[in-house]
């Protein structure tokens, strides 16, 4: 999802109290949000609450959370390459 595809969710003030009924909605629309692709970043930023908040509601409604980073991380490198004293 590229920035400019801002993710379809509810704006939800700070204010207001998100649960029973309400909370499951919002549960739903984040978690359809997440799995075509938006970042649990985007979601709070589109909803105007935290990263906190949008990655508890999706752990509730029981979405697969992504790992960390994406594409664009590098593998690890073993620490032999890197270490100069390692090098003969």
């Known amino acids: 999802m590229q920035s400019s ?5 509810p704006r939800i003030p ?3 109290t998100v649960e029973g009924e309400y909370r499951a909605e919002v549960a739903r629309e984040f978690r359809a949000a997440y799995e075509k692709g938006a970042t649990i970043r985007a ?4 909803s105007g609450r935290s990263f906190g908040f949008v990655r508890k509601i999706l752990s ?5 959370m992504r790992s960390r980073g994406g594409p664009w991380r ?4 073993p620490e032999a390459q890197t270490d100069p004293a390692a090098v003969s």
Do not use: C, H, M, N
């Open 60 to 64: 509730e409604s029981g979405a697969t």
């Open 74 to 77: 590098r593998a690890r490198v």
């Open 14 to 16: 700070a204010e207001v």
């Open 5 to 9: 595809d801002a993710p379809q969710v």
């Open 43 to 46: 979601l709070a930023k589109a």
